[in-house]
């Protein structure tokens, strides 16, 4: 079984996706802001991230920035989910393997993970 961390400061969203994941057949970790899923990356090597971009104290860029210099998890691959006006460009310049717009639909969410764990 699959292990996704959904990384989302708004506490209902983040039950959404989780609920969604776990329904779908994933194990999943949560945090909250960056700080914390840089820790939860090191730690349980999640097989994807779920990273929102607009997050408390470090910002989605730039905790997905910090985990590509990272060497425990440079190779994991992150999926940016955001509401805000943000190029694709721009979430891969910071190493996200793909971009989300919010609202996210469920399918387009689990597609996302699957896409992202076959490589």
Do not use: H
Not at 73 to 80: A, F, G, M, N, Y
Request: net charge negative; proline share 6%.
């Amino acid at each position: 079984m699959a292990l996704v961390l959904v990384v989302e400061d708004n506490v209902d969203e983040r039950a959404v996706y989780v609920a969604l994941l776990f329904y779908n057949g994933y194990e999943v970790l949560e945090a909250g802001d960056g700080q914390e899923a840089i820790q939860l990356a090191k730690s349980a090597s999640p097989d994807v991230i779920l990273m929102d971009v607009r997050l408390p104290t470090l910002n989605g860029l730039l905790t997905t920035e910090i985990l590509r210099a990272t060497p425990e998890t440079e190779s994991i691959p992150v999926i940016c989910m955001t509401g805000w006006d943000l190029s694709r460009e721009r979430a891969q310049e910071s190493g996200c393997q793909q971009l989300l717009r919010k609202p996210i639909p469920p399918t387009m969410l689990v597609d996302a993970v699957k896409n992202a764990l076959a490589g």
